[in-house]
Structures are given as structure tokens and as C-alpha cells.
């Protein structure tokens, strides 16, 4: 029965076309042995319908192959695989093509960032989009570049935006149709971000919107002064589209100066907003705003998860959101009409929406000289570690942290490519954990896996951890879910219920999210993990 | 004393060598072996593979005396890929002199050609792109060709044209896989290990073998490359070569 299982497999893969067209990107359903963008299709559920894998026989996952990077920074990247090669990054611009049944490297593609790159938050790369037989990578000195699928030969590369003013790509970019879309990250150096699209065969920009409206624009009242030439609103996490709507879903980043909100009053649009875009224009179509004139960091950057669920008793098509400043919502994609907000972590900023959906303060919660404790934290109750949606099970999971910062308002100046920031909120939990070593308790912080009901916002289950986690989750079609910590812990837990059934220990950080596919009838779960990238699969029968 | 007298006296001759640049041909022989036993792998043949540096023609980073040369293949270039050689002062010496005779040599036809021409011959007659990739045109089967005039000279891509087995470069060489169903599958090595064999093959797809499911595998000896001695006129390889000439790869925009 294996046999024929992988010889029917075969004969499927031989009957595939050579090339990623754009079609079998949006069917991307239908090849489930593929993971063909970042979030694993354009809905960004991160969701596998693989079903080799399942709760009565995770317990015999081992790892078959394990890629070290030759690089000490995060291992942000998911793979993707295509036709049993996957293509990933090694911080912090190269991109590998490795051979997904053996872990060999097929080609490598360096490419040395410029000395006046600056990205806020290490030399980190999420990934890398492909269309046709083309590969494309973002980079951190704010070049896109496109390769050759085959050798790793270039085909075009071009500089988005100055990396000395602060401008960066760390995202894996999305393709829509023939365009490449990508935006810049810089937050922290008072750049004024925007979300471009590219010609996937010449490298040709063919729009660009700006998350910051410029005068005349609708929204650009929302910025005193000339606060908008520096106002931030970066983007640095892959969006989302929906095919029957043509309409591509972006999260943007915190205003800037980041905790100091003083020379920017007003709501600060579009910062910590997702926008719906029209990918053939970049037209703007409809926007929602998380956070108002926010002060704490609280960038949406969150992967846009699409799905078409049951919403109150009827059909909706509605995009799902757990953001970083500790709300989940659910929003129509039709027309950006807020659905539902609550918290899914402790919250004490704001306490309850308006009929807009627009959240209410709590007087008092904001950076002041003396120090104001603001729940969650700085890192926010999540952060860019993607979410996952189990159409199966109906349920949304989030990498959630529970812990809580002090903001200290200071005085900021704006200098080109200089932080433009304010004073750092100190944390009763490291920002990042410095050491191997964790001896905060509880109180202090921890983070968790959520699993909230999205019609009523409600937690389902939580599984806890010890320490917080940067990973992303996976889950699959026998409602398993795949997730891991800083602690370097790798599980399988019970989509349904939580409960533990598997776990690796892979000695580092995880701070990527995990991805399933198949090579030969046999599927496989990647997760980075430090600076390397683990692969496991079921214990060949022998 | 004898070894000071030896010592004093190959000071003398070192320092000789320095400074008339005069080497025999046996020195320049010994140096040659060194240089390709030790050296290509990061070098190139031509000595030009490193970006910025062409050690056949006098263009270092940070050499230019002999004596600097000598140091660094002797010492290496810390927080480079340039590692220290265990060579005596006097190997060191040879494989300068090895180098300092690639710039004397060129063994081209001495034709002057003309590029459209040549790029014209490229795409039609000499239907190079049969296996020859120029940016995003032409098959991947062979070496890609986008940057090549970057990386070779013209007497070296005249003799890779008119002889291409006197000389094909390790990460050009063909491989052959044979299954153990039967079938067999030529390409370009991308990777091997123990256990397994990856290729290009030459449908330009990736594939990966397990060696348990293969009956025999190994390098072809001859270039796939077929010579244009007799197909190409003189004129139009000089052509061809100019046009290889003006590929310098893509740059950012």
C-alpha cells in the first residue's frame, strides 16, 4: 500500500507543470505536498491538509535532516517547497535551495547587504516568494532581488529605499498575480513606509502606496505638523489576499517617534492599521485602525488570516487578527466593518469599543516621565509569529505572552538614520532573553498557545509555557498543531483540546513558524530553531 | 655556521629574485603545480575568480611588491577566506613567479571581433543557448554564461570554444546517474554525499537520487560541449568570444 501510495504520488509530481504559475498559487490547496508562500496559501490560514501525520502516531516523529545556517542570527525564515526543493534564507540575505528529502544544498545566492543597513531588530530575513521560475528575497539594505528557482542566478535586482534613512526588507514578499508586492520595515528610524509592487519578470515598480498619506490625501489630517514625513508606519510582515475580492491585506507598523507621541498628535493614519489594497493600483479600498495614536509599539504587523467560517449563523467572509497590542479581532474583508474585539491577553489601556469599533482609553494609561505599567507588554500580547486558523476544528490560535511593560515618556529629535524612538519601556521580563538561562516566574511573565473561538472571541484552551515564544503555529487536517518556544522545545499538541503529544527538544530559540510538505509520498514538518532548520517525519517502518 | 651561510645565502637569492623578477622556467613549472594543487579552488585557473583581484595580471588588493606577495601566501590575510600556506619562503616564491608569467601568456587568435556579430552567431548558427544560459535566455544545462566576461579572458574562452575537454572546470563537469529500474539521467552535479547524488539534469530539473536506488553514477569524462573548430570560421569564434566579452552580469538598478 506504501508503494503504490508513493507511486501515485510520483506520477502526480511528474504531472505537474515545471513552472509555480500564479494559478497553481491560488489552488494551492490542491497540492498540499507543496508550500507555495510564506503563510502557506494566499488565505494565510497556515493550515496543511497532510494528514500522514496524526495524533495516534506523532509520538514517532524523528528528525530526518537538519540544515545549519552559517549564520548566528534568528532563524526568522519559513521554507517554502516546491516539487521536493526548498527554498529558504540564511541570514541575513542569502538564499538556499536545498533538496527537501535529503537536507543537500542544491545552490546558494549571497548577497552582502550594504554597511548602511540598519534593521531595528537583528539581520533577520522571514523567507522568500516565488512565481513562474523565479524566486524573489526582500533584503535588509531595502533591495528586492530576483533569482533564478533553477541556479540562483540573478535575473534583477533593484534598491527599493535608502537603507541609510533606516528602510529594510525582512519579510518574505507576496505575489499577486504578476506583481511582487513588498514593504519596508524602519519604525524605529522615523522613516515614512510605504508597500510597493514589482513587475515580477523586469523588476519595474508599478505602484506604491504610501502607509502615511501625503498632503491633500484623505487621512493626512491625522498628522500634526510635518510628524508624517517621519511618522514611521513600516511594514515587515507578509499580507494576505482574496482572489474573489482582488483585494491584498497588509498590516502596518507603529507611528513614529515610538513611545512619544507628543509632536504627532492625532490618530497617526495608517499606522498600526491593516489596509485593504487594490493590487492591480495599490489603491486604497477600506482601512481598520487597531491602535489610535498609539505610544506603545503596538505595530499590526500580523500575518491577515482569511477565512470563510460560520460567522453568528450565517456565511462571512472575514479576516481574523490577534494583535500585538492584546485584542483579537474579526473583521468583514469585505468593507473593513469591525465584527468582534476582546482581549486574549490581560489588557489595561483600553476597556471596551465604541459602536465604530474603535477602542476606548483607559485615562491615564500613557507614557508619562514618572513611568506608567501598561498591559501586555512592549513586545504586545503577540507579535509577528503567525497565527493559524483549523477550518476543522473552527478554532484560532495565537502565540500569545502574558506580561506587561513600563513606558517612560522622553524627549526624541528626529536625525537621519538615527533611532527615533523614545525612551525603551523596561520590562519585568527581558525583551529579548539574553541568556540560556530563565528564572522569572510566572507572575513576571509567560507565554502560551490560545485557542480562541472566533464568534464569540472566547478562549478554548491554552497550553502554557514557561518561558514566552516567538513561534509561529502550524496546524493540520488531523487536527494536530504544531508550535515551539524560546525555550527550544518543538510540540505536537491537540488542536481540539491542547493536550501535549509530542515534543522535541532542539536546543535554541524558535522563532519561525513551522510548515508541512511532502517529498515522495512522505510528509515532513521544518521548523528553524537557533540558527538551524530541523525536519522531521515518521520512523520508517523496518 | 653552515646553516647561517645557507640561510645568508638564500636571503640572497630571495632578495635577488625580488628585485629582477627573474625566475627560471623550472621555478615557474614548480609554482604552476602549487598554484592549481592549492590555490584554484578559491582563485580560479585564471586567477581571477575572486571579485577585485586577478593574480595573472597584477591586480591585488593588497599586495604589490613580490615580497608582499610571498607574506600573504605564506601568512594568509586574517578575517579573510585567505588562509596562511605551509610553503617556504622559496615555494611561495615560485608560485609568484607562476603568476607573474600568466600576464606574458595569450594564445588567442589574435582576430579582432565584432560582438553583434558574435551575439547574432550565438543565438543562430553556433545555437549556443541550446545549453548556455545569458540572463533570463537559454537553457541552464551548461554553464551559465550571464557574467562570463567577467570571469574569463578571450584566449581562454577561444580555447574553451575550438577544444572544450582540453580543460572543463570541476563545478562544469557532467555526471551520470544510472538507476537501478534502468533508466539513466545525465546533468549538471549540484551536490553528492555518502548517500545520495543531486542534479540538474537535462530537462533543467532538480533531482535528487538515494545511491540505494542507483546502479551506478559517476562524472563524464568529455565536455558535453561540442568543438566549433569546424563549425565556427576563425572570424566568427573571434566574434563569439567578443560578444562573451561584453557579458558582465546584472546589475542593481
Redesign the interface.
Known sequence: MKIVCALLSLVFAASLP?QVSFDRILAAGKEPQNWLTYSGSLMSQRYSTLDQIKPSNVKDLELQWVFQSRSLEKFEATALVVD??MYTTQAPNDVV?I?A??G????IYSWTPSRDARPCCGRVNRGVAILGNTIFMGTIDA?LIAL?A??G???????VAEAKSGYAITHAPLVVKDKVIVGTAGGEYGIRGFISAFDAAS?KEDWRFHTIPGPGEPGHETWAGDSWKTGGGSVWMTGSYDPALNLTYWGVGNPGPDWNGDKRAGDNLYSDSVVALDPDTGKLKWYYQFSPHDEFDFDAVQVPVLADINWKGSPRKVMMWANRNGLFYVIDRTTGQFLLGKPFVEVNWMNGFDEKGRPMRVPGKVPTPEGTLIKPGNQGGTNWYSPSFSPRTGLFYIPSWEYSSIYVKQPVEYAEGRLFAGAMPQSPVPMVRSGQINQKTDQEGYGAVRAVDPNTGDRKWEFKMADVTDSGILTTATDLLFVGGREGYFFALDAKNGNLLWKANTGGQISSGPMSYAVNGKQYIAVASGSSLFVYALRDAH | MWTLTRACSLILIAGAMYAQHSYTPADVEDGGRLFRGNCVGCHGTEGNLVPGIDLGHGKFKRASTDEDLVNIIRSGIPGTPMPPGNYTEFQASTIVAYLRSLANTGRGSGLSGDSARGRALFAGKGACETCHRVGSEGSRVGPDLTDIGTLRKPPALEASIVNPDAEILAQNRYYRVVTKDGATVTGRLLNRDTFSVQLLDTKEQIRSFLLANVREHGFVEKSPMPSYKDKLTAQEVADVVSYLGTLKGIDSK
Open positions: 515545471a521536493g526543493v535551495a533538496d528529502l535529503t543537500r544544498v542544491l545552490w533591495h533564478d533553477k541556479t542566478k540573478v535575473i534583477w535586482n533593484v534598491k523588476g
